[in-house]
């Protein structure tokens, strides 16, 4: 019995060590969500003016622009935003369902020739996207944790670029949304051609849905453009598109570490229920082994005596 | 009355508040903004952002971006990047831009895209070396 006494204790203190790392992962996960979540809030403003100002070139007008251009929809991008480490849930799970649906309602109509080619986030989503036998284009997944605009200007440039020489007609995002810590969802999201309805959609949700500026449409017959419309919309149709993908990104990396936060939460917690379980055990076997010690010298003294 | 200004980049809101005037570089030229400014929609130029408070100026580095007016007195610039002269790293801003001009002198190797950005930074590290010194200054 000494043997299984401490063997149990060994193991007490290994389920408690294990808790302590999934305790500091949680921590870990709980601090980059927030700042996630408070990098894509402090971005939506951008967006938001971006969006106004589409909204007041393009009214009353016909504008023309590669990013505005609508074309059959033959080709079609898809970005896939993953992780590239697990132990979070069921997050990658969830985009990969998503995605596979996505796959399969391309199969079923694709004797339309038309094409479907993926740019992958994290490496999770390259080997889904790899699983599923479609074409992988790009794959990105050394974005750092504290992600700047800077650092995606490879990621949407080449989005941008490829639609401009139609090597793809439509673009569109599949990405996590952040809801509040405890939920998400997966949406897709059309992104090119530029279309200010589903921006306009996709921006009021951003952040968990607090509260949003309506987007004002004033009277437009009295702002001046310099040098002229054409002009300012060369440069905001591709930030707007930017301000998109970085908001994207922001909210899946928000809800990775939310997943993350909740499944190392729940693990510390089974940790916590086993270590109880094992003290019980352990009492147990400890209080066994005494009264069998004591009937032993009892036995011994009776046979003596 | 006063002109309620704000600076956006696609990180953050970088400064709110309210100012009496604000001259802007822009592609066609600098402006300045005055409370009742008619509304304009314009292209920023990398440059410094000079703004008068309390009759005191202040001045922040901007990137390219655009600036809008709207009725009310209200003036937003997007810029893809703007930081306040104070928090400007000379000396950091200086190796950024000698790294730029270095990278243009040797052009010959640059594709288009690349040559475009190099310039972009080099102006981006010249004005902010610009609001550092304008702001050391006064």
Redesign the interface.
């Known amino acids: 019995m000494a043997l299984s006494t401490k063997a149990i204790k060994a193991k007490i203190g290994s389920v408690k060590n294990t808790k302590k790392i999934t305790k500091a992962m949680e921590m870990v996960a709980a601090s980059k969500m927030k700042k996630a979540v408070d990098?894509a809030l402090?971005?939506r403003?951008?967006a938001e003016?971006?969006l106004e100002?589409l909204v007041?070139i393009s009214k009353d007008r016909i504008i023309k622009h590669p990013l505005l251009e609508r074309r059959d929809e033959r080709k079609t991008l898809l970005l896939v935003i993953a992780s590239n480490k697990g132990l979070c849930g069921g997050y990658n799970a969830h985009v990969r369902k998503v995605f596979n649906k996505i796959v399969d309602v391309h199969e079923n109509r694709s004797e339309t020739n038309s094409a479907l080619s993926v740019i992958t986030v994290g490496k999770y989503a390259e080997r889904f996207a790899k699983a599923r036998g479609v074409e992988v284009v790009a794959s990105f997944v050394d974005f750092p944790d504290n992600i700047?605009?800077e650092d995606i200007t490879a990621l949407s440039?080449m989005i941008i670029n490829e639609f401009e020489k139609e090597t793809y007609d439509s673009v569109r995002m599949v990405f996590s949304h952040f809801i509040s810590a405890m939920s998400s969802n997966v949406n897709t999201q059309p992104l090119l051609p530029v279309s200010p309805d589903a921006i306009e959609s996709f921006i009021s949700q951003v952040g968990g849905a607090k509260e949003s500026r309506d987007v004002v449409l004033?009277?437009l017959a009295?702002?001046?453009?310099?040098?002229n419309e054409e002009?300012?919309l060369n440069?905001?149709l591709p930030?707007l598109t930017?301000?998109q993908i970085?908001q994207a990104l922001l909210e899946s990396f928000a809800v990775e570490h939310s997943s993350r936060m909740i499944a190392m939460k729940n693990a510390s917690e089974s940790a916590d229920e086993m270590v109880s379980d094992l003290t019980l055990t352990f009492n147990k076997a400890r209080q066994a082994a005494i009264t069998q010690e004591i009937t032993e010298i009892a036995t011994a003294a009776g046979a003596i005596g | 009355m006063d002109i309620k200004f704000k600076i956006?980049?696609?990180?953050?809101?970088v400064y709110d508040d309210e100012v009496s005037q604000a001259t802007i570089p822009?592609?066609?030229g600098e402006i300045t903004v005055l409370p009742r400014h008619?509304?304009?929609?314009?292209?920023l130029k990398p440059g410094v952002v000079t703004i008068k408070k309390n009759g005191k100026s202040h001045h922040l580095s901007v990137s390219?971006?655009?600036v809008?007016v709207?009725?009310g007195s209200e003036l937003?610039i997007?810029a893809?990047s703007a930081e306040r002269a104070e928090d400007v790293d000379l000396e950091r801003a200086q190796q950024a831009r000698d790294r730029a001009q270095k990278m243009l002198d040797e052009k010959e190797s640059l594709s288009a895209?690349e040559y475009a950005m190099v310039v972009a930074s080099l102006e981006k590290e010249l004005a902010r070396i610009k609001t550092s010194k304008k702001w050391k200054n006064s």
């Not at chain 2, 956006?8 to 809101?13: C, S």
């Not at chain 2, 008619?38 to 292209?43: F, G, K, L, M, T």
């Open positions: 990098n402090g971005s403003e951008y003016r971006a100002l007041h700047f605009i440039g004033e009277n009295q702002y001046r453009f310099e040098p002009e300012v440069h905001v930030r930017e301000v970085y | 956006i980049t696609q990180e953050r809101v822009t592609q066609d008619a509304p304009i929609v314009s292209i390219s971006g655009f809008e709207r009725h937003v997007l893809d895209t």
